[in-house]
């Protein structure tokens, strides 16, 4: 089999895929791939509950660069002075993408093919074959970084095909907050992929909102390499996508390193979301936590799928994953799948899963206290999605509450 | 004033109240005893507006409102209040930001304007003390975590705050110490009064040694079998209820 190219990073301090020659190789790669195995069915295991036929036939072209209609001030920006990027379906439109070049950072050999640990990985074989740019962010300094990417539809369907590269040097701290956002009626389907590097004991937090209406598939796949004493800490808000699927592979490649994928699926109407994580224990004394929480509403079906995979050598592991599920329409599902696979003896892994309809004793507590049914409704969800955010910085923290609290109250459908 | 015509409820189509007449004039407390079964609270719930209770017959009005048909949160405006016998812990939702939203949320049903948090704050604080409820509790989740008896001083301090026109107290005593109980009694005696009556729900005397009622009632069955004073109570205590059912 031929192997897809995997760790893409740009050619030059000057261009990110910005010459038709960029990258040409790894795209005809990825496109021989693509046409080899197609687009995956529901007939593979880590894709039974999720089916992108209807993306398929949507029959997107390569999205365009798009003429902006609006001003990036405007944008909902969340931390004051932090560095500011904008994508409009995939191509950068405000600041600087490039943030210096300090060459590679993980000494760790990368050897794995992300065809088998992203689930027959056709979502990173398209977007290596489609991808047109994207923030290569290699930090050597401390930094908090905001990109919104606009989805501007468009008449006939297109697909947006951003990627990026986030390097962390060893010992910094950095936030990088994403917000995928729709702009116009219209179509533009997102397929996201994301290398992710955080050297020995640096610390990032990545946050990510998908907030890109309610019409569109969007897609991502995020692939993290965690080195020692390092921590990536993944919290995710997601609302927007007819069809949605996220897919993390997290990869704990040395001691002491940490990853945590946190967040919260607010589902409704006919909208189908899924999240996937695949975490690999590859070292010992390394920790890991899935925390999950899914709203259902209307005729809204859910996926979780996350897997903690164990190596033999990774003694000492701590893994633990929670699945919450709320469910307020008996039309909706939700399809959830824990797995574990453990070759080490020494190790400490929890998974755990509930999916039920909000308490009748609380609601009544709440009412027979004066509280009308809906705002009791409502107390009783925001505090089911409560404490996720609670590690974040205020300003943060406040936004993503302030958009469940909008979702609450007006998108359930 | 409460009154209870020919109550009947059911739940998962089996009856459990059978034709409860019961009235409690303005300012009066009364004590509802009964062998466990009995229906004791059921009838709290079905005041309180539970709708897994279904009412099949019979009326309860509330200061001449018809209560039968109306939502829990519409009977806590009109100024009913349902002590629970066993506080609902609520996760995720800090006692102070609940007890406002219910203090406004009765308020607003009520036409009556917000009230501002610095007022709130100073209501809340005093009533709190007089109850034993710390400033750390008032931060905490509602009731997650509290004991047995931190939950019942919640519950009476809810009441305070809400000052409701009738308030269902369901076996408040059970799970108390003594000294809890002296403090839960001392609270709801200070909110006796002219305009306010009580349903005192319990299995044993001992709270009514505290909370001297003006009539007591035995429900056996899922119906008022006997009504008397006070001292209908300490019969009770010693002879047991066997005696009085088997004589009704």
Redesign the interface.
Known sequence: MMTLPTRYRPESAHGFLQNPTDGAQWRSEALAQLKARGIPSPKLERWRYTNLAGFEKANAVPAQKPELSFNPITLPWMVQNSRKLVFANGYLVFGDARLTLGGHLLEVPYDADPMEKFNDGMLWALNTAFMQDGPYLNLHEDATIEIIHVGLGHDHPQLASPRTVIEIAAGLNATIIEQYIADGAGVVHTNAALEIEVAANANLKHIRIQDEGYTRTILSSTHARIARGATYEHSFLNIGGALSRQEFWMELLEEGAHAAVKGAQLVTGRQHMDTTVLIEHAAANCTSNQTIRNVLAGDAVGVFQGKIHVHKIAQKTDGYQLCNTVMLSDRASMNTKPELEIYADDVKCSHGNTVGALD???L??????????A??RR??L???I??LFDALDDNIKDALNKRVAQWLDHGIV | MLEIKNLHAAIDGKDILKGIDLVVPKGQVHAIMGPNGSGKSTLSYVL?????YEITDGTITLNDKDFTAM???E???AGM??A?QY???????QTTT?LK??VN??RK?NGQPEMDALTFLKTLKAKAEKLGVSDEMLKR?LNVGFSGGEKKRMEIL?MAM?EPSFAVLDETDSGLDIDALKIVSEGVNALRGPDRSFLVITHYQRLLDYIVPDVVHVLAGGRIIKTGGPELAKELESTGYADVIEAA
């Open positions: 009748d004793a609380p009544f507590y709440l009412r027979s206290r004066g509280i009308p049914e705002e009791a107390m009783m925001t505090a089911f409560g404490d | 309180a507006g539970r709708e897994e939502a829990p949160e009977r806590a405006a209040f349902l629970f506080p609902i812990e609520i996760p995720g939702v609940f939203t219910s949320a009765i049903q989740p809810q809400l």
